[in-house]
């Protein structure tokens, strides 16, 4: 048990000699740019929302909704859904691309990128 002991004390005296050189390296984590962080949060949503949209449209339309379908509404449906993925499409762009955009639409969206 004495030898035990003198091991036990000579690893933690080893371990400690030579801590010094084996510091663990930190290493900086960089922070996400705005764009990347709107375009995920953007995507996200759109992901959430946009079948539930989808699918009331489909319920509605295939008359399994308890509600009298109105024929003109059909087409108003569609505009509604193509005008949602048209401002997706945009907001997305502006964010990741803003240079593609026209200098009318640049107000607009705004700039999430760095200044030039």
Same mark, same amino acid.
């Given at each position: 048990?004495?030898q035990?002991? *003198?091991?036990?004390?000579?690893?933690?005296?080893?371990?400690?000699?030579?801590?010094?050189?084996?510091? =663990?390296?930190?290493?900086?984590? =960089?922070?996400? *740019?705005?764009? +990347?962080?709107?375009?995920?949060?953007?995507?996200?949503?759109?992901?959430?929302?946009? *079948?539930?949209?989808?699918?009331?449209? %489909?319920?509605?339309?295939?008359?399994?909704?308890?509600?009298?379908?109105?024929?003109?509404?059909?087409?108003e449906?569609?505009?509604?859904?193509?005008?949602v993925?048209?401002?997706?499409?945009?907001?997305?762009?502006?964010?990741? +691309? =803003?240079?593609?955009?026209?200098?009318?639409?640049? =107000? %607009?969206?705004?700039?999430?990128?760095? *200044?030039?």
């Amino acid at each position: 048990k004495s030898q035990d002991k *003198p091991e036990s004390n000579k690893k933690s005296n080893s371990s400690t000699k030579y801590s010094k050189y084996n510091t =663990p390296q930190q290493t900086e984590v =960089p922070a996400v *740019p705005a764009c +990347i962080n709107f375009t995920d949060e953007i995507c996200v949503t759109i992901s959430e929302i946009f *079948p539930d949209l989808w699918k009331i449209g %489909q319920a509605y339309f295939s008359g399994e909704l308890q509600v009298k379908v109105e024929a003109g509404r059909q087409v108003e449906y569609k505009h509604m859904v193509m005008s949602v993925i048209e401002m997706f499409c945009k907001y997305v762009r502006a964010s990741i +691309i =803003p240079s593609t955009l026209d200098k009318a639409e640049r =107000p %607009q969206f705004g700039s999430l990128s760095a *200044p030039e």
